[in-house]
């Protein structure tokens, strides 16, 4: 398996510019999660989805976050206009539940830079 | 309080040490466990899941305490190899999110 795929690996781009990352899930995974890692704020849930409808999306910091999931395979999280303070990594994790027990898998991530 | 808590550390451990790292959890509720690793610049990767009864994988144990709300792990023998951040997970209840605690530290020292 392929495992989690994000897209791109690093983004460098400037403040007020639109900014768009990519994630495809494990197939055969039915929840997928966004997440951002900063050293001062550590790793933080921006928002997740079951079977591609979005659950909680109280992590997204403000209008400027949006996130879509159009199918099981796709999803994007997008920010415009991006900030200087948006600089993160960002994440993003699928899960599956067998047995009992429901484990999650990360991808990459995508390195952020907003000068 | 916080959801999940951890020592963050940092644990400076001399190879073939033997260490331990406690996470307590508030949610009463929780259901899964989970002990994830994460490497400088890498992404969380599952080490391993925690059961009620206490599990094992190779120098890798881990207890779950449900009256105390405590998790721990436990790494004999260490390894250089070791060295990252350890991510202390808890989860409600399927179709809920997983809950990451800020993480410990470890650095095995030659």
């Known amino acids: 398996d392929a495992g989690v795929i994000q897209s791109p690996r690093h983004e460098v781009t400037e403040m007020g510019q639109e900014v768009t990352l990519r994630c495809k899930p494990i197939?055969?995974?039915?929840?997928l999660f966004w997440y951002r890692q900063t050293m001062m704020r550590g790793l933080e849930l921006l928002i997740y989805?079951?079977?591609?409808?979005?659950?909680?999306d109280s992590g997204m910091p403000e209008d400027r976050f949006s996130a879509k999931m159009p199918n099981a395979s796709f999803s994007t999280l997008k920010i415009q206009p991006s900030e200087p303070r948006d600089s993160a990594v960002y994440f993003c994790?699928?899960?599956?539940?067998?047995?009992?027990?429901?484990?999650?898998?990360f991808g990459p991530g995508t390195r952020l830079l907003v000068l | 309080r916080k959801e999940v808590e951890q020592d963050p550390g940092p644990f400076n451990v001399p190879e073939g040490a033997t260490v331990a790292f406690n996470c307590t959890y508030s949610n009463s509720a929780s259901q899964s466990f989970f002990w994830y690793r994460q490497d400088c610049r890498k992404e969380p990767k599952l080490l391993m899941s925690?059961?009620?009864s206490g599990n094992e994988d190779g120098r890798f144990t881990a207890q779950l305490n449900r009256a105390s709300q405590y998790i721990s792990l436990l790494i004999r023998d260490s390894k250089l190899s070791d060295s990252a951040t350890y991510l202390c997970v808890v989860k409600i209840n399927y179709g809920q999110n997983f809950v990451f605690g800020p993480g410990t530290r470890l650095s095995v020292l030659p």
């Open positions: 925690v059961y009620s």
């Open positions: 989805f079951n079977n591609n409808v979005p659950i909680d």
């Open positions: 197939s055969g995974h039915n929840s």
């Open positions: 994790a699928s899960s599956f539940f067998r047995g009992g027990q429901e484990t999650q898998y």
